[in-house]
């Protein structure tokens, strides 16, 4: 059970510190708002994030399939986390925190869980990272399905308590925030997944070994 914990603390860790849309908007909120309509606004962004995962782990019939195959499905899942990590390493910062300032008018709170929801939902590759995800780590690790669901549970908790965090700490992280520091975290959380991926592929070959 400690494995799961461990592995979906860690992808929650890098998930977290990747730099997009999602991460200035919660910034923008809890500024233009407060605290509770920024908090709604992650909850929005963690309740998108979990139709992902059912999607791609429950709708892809092969998934569960993919067991006998774990060998493969462990590099070919390695390749493509390494190549998720390689292009946030190489990605340039190009938005800032002043492009995505929103009018100052007055919204019921309950519209920021929808707009979390759906500035998450309209990017096509967190569907295609938690596919990924879903068809590798857990047939990879041979995780139960309580294992599974543990991985999960501790990967959005980590996400969603971290960006609670931005959200009470937006002030003065906005006084910090520069392309320097932003490309800075991008590369952080691309690397660790380069070193993830990478793992997995070496863990197939010393297995068959």
Known sequence: MLDPIIKGFGLGLVIAIMVGPVFF???NTSIKRGFAPA???AVGVMMSDVFFITLAYFGSSFVLYL???K???GIIGGIVIAGFGAILIF????VSAESLEFADN???RMLYLAKGFMLNSVNP???????VVASTIPVKEQFTSTDTFVFYAFTLGTVLLTDLI???LANRLKTIITAKSLILLNRIAGISLVIYGASMIVRVFLEVK
């Open 106 to 108: 007055p919204h019921p």
């Open 91 to 94: 990605k340039e910062a190009k």
């Open 67 to 69: 067991n006998e195959y």
């Open 25 to 27: 908007f919660i910034l």
């Open 125 to 131: 590759s967190v569907l295609l990272f938690w596919f």
């Open 39 to 41: 908090a709604i606004t």
């Open 166 to 168: 931005k959200a009470y």
């Open 71 to 73: 060998d493969a499905t």
